[in-house]
């Protein structure tokens, strides 16, 4: 029996072998990793769902605001380790797997990565989920559940071959499907207007295509605390009738239909290249905020007694990103349509509960649809979009008359398109960006607009991640010497990982995080060695470049450099340089040909270098396939030096350059995104800082005057790199990397590669002179490791709830 959190090695090893017995007949000698990771699974829940059910109804009850997180994406990964550790069984499992023959480690491989994301964004919700759970506020995650996620990526001859990722084919033991709760969406259709007696107009639909919205819970369990919150996904299913005309037709109309049905939560990001793709995605996204808002007011009904006019002092929903904007119309649509609110009351009620945060400045990735395509999926929701920009028009006119130049350039709707970033704002009471910077530079250029009618709505809430799962649980050996050295507190109380600065001019202790870290990078060379057969040195620098790949993100800048380095090697093969492994992990998304190019370009460098003897144990690439969760939890407790090189003004925030940062790396950046917000912290000496700044980058793109090709014209170094790339030093024809050669040269270097690139040279040379000192090198990324605790998502949480939710704890 298990008490509190107490669990024994006796209690566990006889649930174990009997779950293993019953589920699977089977003795634990004849299970295997696979039967073992279910059996593991299978104890967690039991111990999971008793705390769960309380949490839920203790949130039923006592009448507390509810925060609802809706999000496209939850990049959730592996969660065995995760619920072990926050259950308190994460020591005993690992005692009895080993009197069991079996290793901890091994079996928890056997999960399934849940990739229900696609980058920085997506891992964001999921940190949020983590620390909401640990700090007992009641909010829970919503989104689809991906029937396939974010591609698997294979490199087949350098190239990225995409695979589907077909995560579900055994039973997730996480989720729990709740048919009981299911939520009818509509699409299509007809609506008719009707005038009620009392005057009011009544909206009619006909002829909608109705689909099933299945949720499946997934418990997200607090750090020892007996919370347990919830991440809905919904799927989508047809609506089984039960009077049909022929069996023919049944067959025949419900293959199809099913199919169609089906897709909506088929697919992460369906390729949107064509019409139809983009009516999927689109689709995609209604039946996430249907669902979810009728959810939302059903669950209002039943647990407080009280008008929907006091919805907001017991909800509050944050849209993350411009993807799940449809909720506004939404909620407009069931106030008016199904609970008989007029206009302004129900506008009163939206505007109250919504708040958007946005991730991005790149244009790509300010979402527009077509309006054909919007109105014929959902009329109902257009003829409300519709009102919300001509009374907002309206409003611009008349009391902003300075501002009447600018409403084509605030409109909801303007030339053809509905702008989504433009209705989330007007329907929201909070706009945040994701770092100092980035909010900045929506309050000053992106958004000025908007900024200027509405300054109270703007403010900032910069990301952070859980320490929990990406110190404590991926690199248990430096949470042991942390908590060696300051007690366990830190845990729960992330700041206080700032009382490790005093050790950190200790030559003994900093001898300690010295021996972490070379073991974790032992670890890893082990794993690149089963990987790729490559031997790496572990006394190399590990130099890290893991995240999605993208232009801004300036891969190619790191690669710039390695032939850089290669060239000089070649040149004067005694040249004194510290040896370095260059490792990188990214995926391209698929119909994005530039960064598929610029992926092969890495791997062909890769074979070369690694196949030179002249360069011999000075320099090694290596890259890593199917960059994921599971992988950057391998990669970054054994990295020395994190890039963080965008272009800048371009990284709203970045996540990955702070779990790097905790992990000890030392970080070489452009000043973008967050890594301001660090060396704010750890100071300019505690960090390798290069390039142009951002209102710099912002000047160039405003008032012009950057030629790249004055660049290539006058620096030897670039135009060698550059020439290299169309005479097939790196690839088995002349022309195989032109692309890239002519989109620097022809589009005029639009990330400034060129243009960074001297600078980024001396702070890789600062980097190798630091590196020889092993004490100087430790010292600071002790004082990296000192600082993280800032970072940590429980202070941005805090934050989120001080400034826009108002939650409070349970
Ligand atoms: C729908 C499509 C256009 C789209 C799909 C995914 C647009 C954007 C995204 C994802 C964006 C994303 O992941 N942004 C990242 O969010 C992180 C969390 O705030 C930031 O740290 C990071 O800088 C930003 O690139």
Known sequence: MSTGSVYTTEWLKKRVIEVISKQFGKSVKEASKKDMYFALANVVNSEIREKWQNTNKKYNENGHKQLYYLSMEFLIGRLLRNNLLNCGLLQVTEKVMEELGFQLDAILEEEEDAGLGNGGLGRLAACFLDSLASLKYPGHGFGIRYR???FEQRIIHGNQVELPDNWLTEPYPWETR????????????????????????????????KVLAIPYDVPIVGYQNDTVNTLRLWSAEPIYYDKVDSLDDMFFRDLNHQHSIEQISGFLYPDDSSLEGKELRLKQQYFLTSATIQHIIKQFKNNYRL????????VVIQINDTHPTLAIPELMRILMDEERFGWDEAWEITTN?????????????????????FKNLLPRIYMIVHEINERFCKRLWFDYPEMRERIPNMAIIAYGKIHMARLAMVGSFSVNGVAKLHTKI???????????IEPHKFNNKTNGITHRRWLLQINPKLGNLITELIGPQWILRPKQMIHLLKYSKDRTILEKFDRVKNKNKQTLANYIYEQTGIKVDTSSIFDVHIKRLHEYKRQLLNVFHIIYLYHELKDNPNLDITPRTFIFGAKAAPGYHIAKEIIKLINSVATKVNNDPDVKDKLKVIFLENYNVSLAEKIIPAA????????ASKEASGTGNMKLMMNGALTIGTLDGANVEICELVGKENMFIFGLKAEEVIAFYEQGGYDARDIYNTDDRIRRIMDLLNDGEFGKQSIEFKDIYYHILYHNDPYFVLKDFESYLEAHELIDQTYRDKYTWTHKSAVNIAH??????DQTIQEYVNDIWKIKKL
């Open 353 to 373: 509960v919504f708040a958007y945060t946005n991730h991005t400045i790149m244009e790509e990735a300010l979402e527009t649809w077509p309006i054909d395509l």
């Open 788 to 793: 993280s605790g800032k970072f940590s998502s």
């Open 307 to 314: 008008p929907l006019t006091r919805l907001h002092e017991k």
């Open 442 to 452: 929506l309050k000053e250029k992106v958004m000025n607009d908007f900024y200027t």
């Open 178 to 209: 709740k048919e009981d709760e299911a939520i009818i969406v509509q699409f299509h259709g007809n609506v008719h207007m009707f005038k009620r007696n009392d005057g009011s107009l009544e909206f009619k639909y006909e002829n909608t295509d």
């Open 148 to 150: 396939y996620g974010l």
């Open 640 to 647: 020395d030096v994190s890039e963080q090189i965008s272009t």
